[in-house]
């Protein structure tokens, strides 16, 4: 066989190979870390590293032009950025980093807690309804804000004009507009609002949607509904509807004498509605007579005894149905509220006891008197038989003639 050796031109272009594999790789090794471990990465998915979450190093690299986008949508959402670094950010909308698709950074922006309310301002006339519904729900979006996004025609969606609706920054104006919805929801979470203003409640009343019956109720039993609304709430067929206008603090007479007209009051199962009329102050005569004609005796009771405003005629009446022979104009005193004692003659009171001070101590000073006569007597065992005597029989008899030891 053939010896093949290996000439020193052969084995030194091998080396050298094997050298410049080695030192490319160095190279490629160091670039690619630089990259990676850099404050711009363009190649990591947008993560920073720790060494890259300093305010200052967030502003220079939005600015930078070799940022990649996802570092931009990554800064937006993270609740750790601050109001600088997300003003910032607005100026990157409209950047080709995210010109895959710019709506992303925009929702970023708009779903972080820590944008600014002035920042938001931008998104209002945004077509994307997630937007909306975080800037419906900022408890601190001004009220010029919220008008925007009511304005906006993509805010007719349920679930924006529900969160208005409970942002307690939302003006008036916003709710007037809202109380035209045709969602059943969003009607009855405004009939609910204690902030809801006559004018806001009137709207509700006039919208078809409002015909629904549970839309009625929370009418009814909102304090602020108008006089005129509750009128026309006393012609409901619905018990409850009709329980919140009879006992509505704006029940006037004029709306409970449109109470007594509707035929239901006086049904028989409905006699507790005539029961709590009876006891209103402020029913008219005409519906004062209808009660008074009733057979039920709580009714005449409250007629009788309960209401003050019942002229005495019909009082009359109501005394005779209930078989009371005393009549109603003789002053008597109620059974729970017995007279007061008068304790000023008691002789058991314990303001009396200081009156016979001086009738004790003359008492004693006669028994002293008398100690003596024994002492002289019978000596010290005369003494305190006669003191004994003497004062027994004067503190009975004080006793007896009205005072006490």
């Known amino acids: 066989m053939l010896d093949v050796k290996t000439s020193p031109g052969m084995q030194f272009s091998r080396k050298s190979l094997w050298i410049s594999f080695i030192c490319l790789t160095a190279i490629l090794f160091v670039l690619t870390g630089l990259v990676q471990f850099s404050c711009y990465p363009m190649i990591t998915g947008g993560n920073l590293p720790k060494f890259c979450q300093s305010q200052e190093t967030r502003l220079e690299i939005i600015k930078d032009h070799r940022t990649h986008g996802n570092v931009l949508l990554n800064l937006a959402s993270n609740p750790e950025s601050d109001e600088s670094v997300l003003r910032a950010l607005t100026s990157s909308l409209d950047s080709p980093k995210v010109a895959s698709n710019p709506k992303k950074l925009q929702s970023a922006l708009g779903f972080n807690p820590n944008t600014p309310i002035d920042v938001l301002d931008a998104f209002v006339k945004s077509e994307d309804v997630d937007i909306l519904e975080n800037i419906s729900k900022r408890l601190d979006a001004t009220p010029e804000l919220l008008r925007e996004v009511a304005n906006n025609p993509h805010a007719d969606a349920k679930k924006v004009q529900k969160l208005l609706v409970e942002n307690p920054r939302a003006p008036e104006d916003v709710l007037q507009k809202l109380a035209n919805s045709k969602e059943p929801e969003i009607l009855w979470e405004i009939a609910r609002l204690k902030q809801a203003s006559s004018s806001v409640l009137r709207e509700i009343y006039n919208n078809p949607v409002a015909s629904l ?121 109620p059974p729970t509220l017995p007279l007061p004692l008068d304790t000023s003659n008691n002789p058991f009171s314990e303001n009396n006891k200081s009156n016979c001070t001086g009738k004790h101590v003359l008492n004693n000073l006669i028994g002293g008197a008398v100690s003596v006569l024994g002492f002289l007597v019978g000596g010290p065992v005369g003494a305190v038989a006669a003191y004994g005597a003497m004062t027994v029989s004067l503190e009975t008899v004080t006793t007896v003639s009205g005072c006490q030891l």
């Open 213 to 333: 019956i549970e839309i009625q109720r929370k009418l009814a039993s909102n304090k602020n509904i108008p006089e005129d609304i509750l009128q026309k709430l006393a012609n409901s067929t619905d018990s409850r509807v009709l329980s919140y206008v009879i006992n509505h603090p704006s029940a006037y007479t004029s709306v409970l004498e449109r109470v007594g007209e509707n035929a239901i009051i006086w049904d028989d199962s409905k006699i507790g509605f005539q029961r709590t009329l009876a006891e209103k102050p402020n029913i008219p005569r005409k519906l004062i007579e209808k009660l008074a004609s009733s057979n039920d005796r709580k009714v005449l009771e409250s007629l009788y005894h309960d209401n003050p405003t019942v002229p005495p005629d019909i009082k009359e009446e109501c005394r005779k149905k209930l078989g009371i022979t005393q009549p109603p104009d003789v002053e008597t005193f």
